[in-house]
């Protein structure tokens, strides 16, 4: 079982940067490939990016490739979520999500059994 806690959400203005954070407890962290997914307003959850527990492969969804960047760092049991260039439609709550698939990076979110609570980002123009 993992644990997952996010922090960095906050209000930003368009072109600005954040990073998110995830910390996890549980011994197995470093088996699973993690990912974030965000929801916005009246929107479904989405995926965002994953990475491997290898850290050898990372995927974005499309929406933010070239602007996210998801990091891991398995002593320190965290993953991070690098976001630059932030756009209004940015805004949403981002969840941090551990998988029981360590080499792969599934965009679904029924491949994902435990999640964070969610950190609010907030971009205005």
């Known amino acids: 079982q993992v644990q997952l806690v996010e922090s960095g959400g906050g209000l930003v203005q368009a072109g600005d940067s954040l990073r998110l954070s995830c910390a996890a407890s549980?011994?197995?962290?470093?088996?699973?490939?993690m990912a974030w997914f965000r929801q916005g307003p009246g929107k479904e959850r989405e995926f965002v990016a994953a990475?491997?527990?290898?850290?050898?492969?990372?995927s974005y969804a499309d929406s933010v490739k070239g602007r996210f960047t998801i990091s891991r760092h398995n002593a320190k049991n965290t993953v991070y979520l690098q976001m630059n260039s932030l756009k209004i439609e940015d805004t949403a709550v981002y969840y941090c999500?551990?998988?029981?698939?360590?080499?792969?990076?599934?965009?679904?979110?029924?491949?994902?059994?435990?999640w964070g609570q969610g950190t609010q980002v907030t971009v205005s123009s």
């Open positions: 549980g011994r197995t962290f470093s088996n699973n490939a």
């Open positions: 999500a551990a998988s029981w698939l360590s080499e792969n990076t599934p965009p679904s979110p029924t491949a994902y059994k435990n």
């Open positions: 990475i491997t527990s290898s850290e050898t492969k990372t």
